[in-house]
């Protein structure tokens, strides 16, 4: 990943005359700025060359740019002045996303339609599916050399979320160049925006633009009669808002942007204004024709508008200028008047033909005309059609929006409504909203009947929610009085639920129990979905029986789940398939199949089950010694709202990579998992953290009396009984702090080690991919090069497994045991590794984590690590302190290996 900075701009540079004069560009799509007499560009010299050497060689960011900035900080503007400066060698395919209250699918590439081949614009139309679009976009990448330009995808629906994340994952070996610009603002853990850059991030180009300094305030508003520095207090360099103080110094500094827009159309006539309004009241635009349809003299009223810098015209399409201004009018617009507008949109909407389609800004009108009963009829569509095209957020979304409504609806449209909803609320990750949605599903029916199946679903989106008791009581519930009714998908659903608690509380026994004859109920009733969630766990905890059947179940579940289009309920297979070769102690194979996951989960926006597949990939990277790729993951899912489940695993992940790089931080990860675990029935946590609390231990992160107690309440589970590799992993860890063995026979490496095969459990580990617990036991063996196994520690950067080994090995009585540093760490007065040398030579020339690790290829938050590790070699309070010490003990640059090249 490339992160561009930005440098200070001479005083007299012009942006402009870096362009050279050549043909213009193939462009298509829509205006990126009508507006001409442009203040030039200042302080983007850089960011406009890099640009520049991208589109001639897209190779270079493997195809991809992400261009943020606060709103205001001329994306834009830079875009425009790019793309005038491209040849007719390039296509210009230019879109935006616009903050309508619930996007369309695929809502920017309608910019496009007269562009693009014509069965590509068929399919946009048809709205049939995913595949054929993603595709068909891909071909026009490949096909020519385009500049394909997608704006403010902060605001972006579902569909083109996984249209840029499916292009940027293919697009590397075109001459094409995908740009897409986002607000940084907008850009926190929970919006889904943050997913895709997460995703592409470490492959693409990214270029961040920042408030302009006071300097570059001073070129802007040179030979004016204006205080720059005044300007830059009051406007925080945003380039938007000087420029609007330049333009109309009349205005003063005015408090805010709002002020400023609403003073300058303060003088407009009342018609004039209802104009204005209209346009704000549609983010995505209005086309003029619409506009003269409501108000013949429209027209004028635009014009005048344009002149004033509000408004922009292109195509017959108009907008404001500029989001900041649309919404500063928007607010503006009083309460009934803004409804009677609505109200008007609405009905032009309705009557222009080529809109039968756009249900999603029907819905958006109605709401806002407050009529309830088209309010109902167009979310309800627009919930239906974003549901099939697999935009589950939009889809919520609408169905929330009908429910503003319920009064309006029959009994059984509401339960069919709050079903919908709340199944779209769970793939959208908001499983408490989905329970909620759910329980109102069962006060709202009549019979003990009704009220069972509605239970069923109850039950079902609390185990997403990772809520076991009350999924368990809930099933319950239902299967008392389902019993005594014919087969049906709920009672299906409910047996299923049972089966699945059980699975994770670790009662394998009474699991089978239950999934078997949910399987059964669910293919009499016709239920696909529910027979491959049933199976599943039914293959799950043969697998965990040792059955060799096991695995094959679960791979039929797969297989039936793909072929009825069950989405969401395959992924559960695919993500128990992934563990099954885990569990078997091949966990390669279970890192290709997680990756396949995340794949699959991606293309359909099945964000629960990609947070789940992106955090059970970073946690075998952990065991196999990619911590960089670990790294990533992480970085992607942390902070991410899911499951109580994965978000355990999640953290229990971090903290695991944290302990055993020796960072300080590990301790207070380690000790807020504990507390946190203490009460969960879930049988695989507990063990995850089990593990975690134990060689934390043997770290000496924490004390052993604080890691021990969550492995003797793990001991308690009668799934140890059972679950043969949980006993071996959790017995490696007790052979290292000498405590009781787990009842029964201990398998796999860990019983090798017992019987005294320290060189063949070394092996084994080594061969299923566990290379800590490899390195371990390779120390311990007869005759081992304790030398080269502590430098390999040190050049993966486990500072805690070093420090963990060493105290094993004094234990055992070694003599002679390495401090664990290189060579060249042992040579340096600060004993460094090699590597954080390197750093603390970089720290010295002032650079910052993010700086060091785009110098070193790696990630920024190995970076950080490494700087953690050198303030607490150095016992340094803060990084000024480290590069104080060490200018002070004259260590420079010679303890950098970067030095001597």
Not at 171 to 185: D, F, M
Not at 421 to 432: G, P, Q, R, S, V
Not at 455 to 473: H, Q
Request: with cysteine.
């Amino acid at each position: 990943m490339t992160m561009v900075g930005l440098p200070l701009a001479g005083p007299d540079t012009d942006p402009a005359t870096l362009l050279t004069h050549r043909p213009p560009a193939n462009r298509v799509g829509i205006a990126l700025d009508s507006v001409t007499e442009a203040i030039p560009l200042v302080e983007r010299d850089e960011q406009l060359a890099i640009l520049r050497s991208l589109a001639e060689d897209p190779v270079a960011s493997n195809g991809v740019v992400l261009l943020s900035g606060e709103a205001g900080f001329g994306k834009t503007s830079l875009l425009r002045t790019f793309v005038a400066g491209l040849d007719h060698r390039y296509r210009i395919l230019e879109a935006a996303c616009e903050p309508v209250g619930i996007p369309t699918s695929f809502a920017p590439l309608f910019d496009l339609l007269d562009d693009l081949p014509g069965e590509l614009t068929e399919e946009l139309w048809a709205r049939s599916g995913r595949s054929a679009i993603y595709a068909g976009m891909l071909e026009l990448l490949k096909g020519d050399r385009v500049v394909l330009i997608i704006e403010d995808v902060h605001w972006s629906d579902e569909a083109t979320l996984g249209l840029i994340r499916y292009l940027g994952r293919r697009i590397a070996p075109t001459k094409s160049l995908l740009i897409v610009t986002y607000r940084s603002e907008e850009l926190d853990p929970a919006h889904p925006l943050h997913l895709v850059v997460a995703d592409l991030g470490p492959a693409a180009t990214r270029i961040e633009l920042p408030a302009l300094t006071p300097s570059g305030v001073e070129q802007m508003t040179r030979g004016l009669e204006l205080d720059p520095k005044q300007i830059h207090a009051a406007t925080l360099g945003n380039p938007f808002l000087v420029e609007e103080v330049i333009r109309h110094p009349e205005s003063k500094l005015p408090a805010t942007i709002s002020n400023a827009v609403l003073a300058r159309a303060a003088n407009f006539s009342p018609d004039a204004l209802e104009t204005l309004y209209l346009v704000a009241l549609c983010p995505d635009g209005v086309p003029l024709e619409l506009l003269m349809a409501l108000d013949p003299t429209a027209g004028r009223y635009v014009d005048l508008a344009v002149q004033r810098r509000l408004l922009v015209s292109s195509d017959g399409q108009v907008n404001c200028r500029h989001d900041l201004i649309r919404h500063s009018l928007a607010r503006g617009v009083p309460p009934v008047l803004r409804q009677d507008l609505h109200r008007r949109l609405l009905e032009q909407l309705e009557q222009r033909a080529n809109m039968g389609d756009d249900i999603s800004r029907l819905a958006y009108h109605s709401i806002g005309a407050r009529d309830a009963g088209k309010a109902v009829t167009y979310s309800l569509e627009a919930g239906e059609k974003t549901a099939r095209g697999g935009a589950h957020r939009q889809s919520a979304e609408h169905y929330s929006n009908a429910l503003r409504y319920r009064e309006r609806m029959t009994p059984d449209l509401l339960a069919t409504t709050l079903l919908a909803a709340a199944h779209e609320h769970c793939l959208a990750n908001d499983f408490d909203v989905a329970c909620r949605l759910a329980g109102e599903l069962v006060e709202s029916q009549g019979t003990n009947v009704s009220k069972a199946k509605a239970r069923a679903w109850l039950a079902y989106f609390e185990s997403r929610e990772n809520d076991l008791p009350v999924a368990r009581t809930v099933a319950e519930l239902a299967v008392a009085i389902l019993k005594e009714e014919p087969a049906s998908e709920e009672h299906a659903l409910a047996l299923a639920v049972i089966a699945w608690v059980s699975l994770v509380e670790g009662d394998f026994a009474d699991a089978v129990d239950h999934a078997g004859p949910a399987v059964a109920m669910a293919r009499a009733a016709g239920s696909a979905r529910v027979e491959v969630h049933a199976a599943t766990t039914l293959g799950t905890c043969r697998v965990l029986l040792g059955d060799e059947m096991g695995r094959q179940i679960i791979e039929k579940a797969v297989q039936l789940g793909l072929e009825s289009g069950a989405d969401e309920w395959t992924a559960k297979s695919m993500n128990n398939l992934a563990f099954s070769f885990a569990w078997s102690g091949d966990l390669y194979t279970a890192r290709d199949h997680f990756a396949n996951l995340v794949e699959f989960t991606a293309a359909r926006e099945l964000d629960a089950w990609y947070v789940a597949a992106v955090t059970s990939r970073a946690t075998l990277d952990v065991s196999l010694g990619r911590w960089q790729e670990a790294d990533q993951g992480l970085g992607t899912v942390l902070g991410q709202k899911t499951c109580r489940q994965t978000e355990a695993e999640a953290l229990i992940t971090a903290a695991t990579l944290a302990a055993r790089r020796g960072d300080p931080n590990a301790e207070l990860m380690i000790e807020s998992i504990i507390d946190r675990v203490r009460d969960s029935r879930d049988f695989d946590i507990n063990q995850s953290a089990a593990l975690l609390a134990m060689e934390g231990a043997w770290i000496g992160v924490i004390g052993t009396s604080r890691g021990l107690p969550v492995y003797h309440r793990v001991l308690e589970f009668g799934a140890l009984d059972d679950d043969a590799w949980s006993r071996g992993m959790l017995a490696f860890w007790a052979l290292r702090l000498d405590v009781d063995l787990p009842r029964g026979e201990i398998p796999g490496p860990s019983g090798l080690e017992a019987d005294g095969r320290m060189v063949e459990a070394a092996d084994a580990w080594d061969h299923a991919g566990y290379t800590t617990e490899a390195t371990i036991c390779r120390a311990l063996a007869p005759g081992a090069d304790l030398d080269r196994i502590f430098s390999s520690l040190s050049e993966l950067g486990a500072d805690g497994v070093a420090r963990g080994l060493r105290r094993e090995l004094q234990r055992r009585g070694y003599r002679g045991v390495p401090r664990g540093e290189r060579v060249s760490t042992r040579t340096n007065p600060a004993r460094l590794t090699a590597r954080q040398a390197e750093v603390l030579s970089l720290m010295q020339a002032g650079l910052s984590n993010a700086a060091i690790a785009e110098m070193l290829f790696i990630s920024e938050k190995t970076a950080g690590h490494h700087v953690s590790a050198i303030l607490a070699k150095l016992n340094a309070s803060s990084r000024l302190h480290a590069v104080a010490m060490a200018s002070a003990a004259g260590w420079g640059e010679s303890l950098s290996p970067l030095s001597k090249e």
